[in-house]
């Protein structure tokens, strides 16, 4: 079942002389519960095509649809909506709620939402991410790994049709680097989740079923590990 599918997209800055096409005329299809690494060096327009995909920027053109809908169809309120509960957005930089503990910045979006939190979720992920001793701990009280797995948490706690990771292990030691690719791919394989990493290091690439090679905002390789 696919569900995510991109046509044509396009994101150009600047004019003239000066115009960059940061994404350029790229189409591809994802089918539910893939994991997907987007590799390319920086400056290949990864991170503007994953931002793109999340709803986050609009594009110059082209069209993105997840689980069938148009998301730049939608007026920016509606997009603000939907990208809270159907896109999981994971960063570098966690991110986080400072003056939040852990349990309440997995919880964020639920409470953004006006949702009721399932309890039920809630813990299970907080055990799955190994953070049962660390519920009432502030951000500032965590480890960089430690911080990384809330931010997991809070992209997962909508059951988001989407997970998008961009560089997600780039400010983690090896051994943290390890843990977060291991806990996305609990997140791919035991919640049946769709997974888009991107990543400048083919070694987190190989851990992904599917590697699409970005150079200049072309794709030009998409390939089966």
């Known amino acids: 079942m696919e569900i995510l599918r991109v046509e044509n997209l396009v994101k150009t800055y600047g004019k003239g002389e000066n115009q960059v ?16 690494a987007i590799v390319g060096a920086s400056g290949s327009g990864k991170s503007t095509l994953l931002h793109l995909l999340g709803g986050v920027d609009r594009p110059t053109s082209g069209k993105v649809f997840i689980d069938g809908k148009d998301i730049y169809s939608l007026n920016d309120d509606n997009l603000a909506i939907f990208r809270r509960r159907q896109i999981g957005l994971i960063y570098q930089f966690y991110n986080l709620i400072p003056i939040l503990n852990v349990r309440e910045n997995i919880t964020l979006p639920c409470d953004l939402d006006a949702q009721e939190v399932d309890k039920k979720r809630l813990d299970e992920l907080i055990k799955t991410l190994g953070l049962e001793k660390r519920e009432k701990h502030l951000p500032n009280q965590l480890s960089g790994g430690q911080q990384q797995r809330v931010s997991i948490g809070r992209a997962m706690i909508n059951n988001p049709a989407l997970m998008l990771a961009d560089e997600p292990t780039g400010n983690l030691d090896s051994k943290a680097s390890d843990e977060i690719i291991s806990l996305l791919k609990v997140s791919n394989k035991k919640y049946n989740q769709t997974v888009i990493i991107i990543t400048h290091d083919l070694e987190i690439a190989k851990e992904a079923e599917r590697v699409i090679t970005i150079e200049d905002g072309k794709i030009i390789k998409d390939e089966r590990n």
């Open 21 to 36: 096409n940061a994404v350029d005329n790229i189409s591809f299809s994802v089918e539910k519960g893939e994991f997907v």
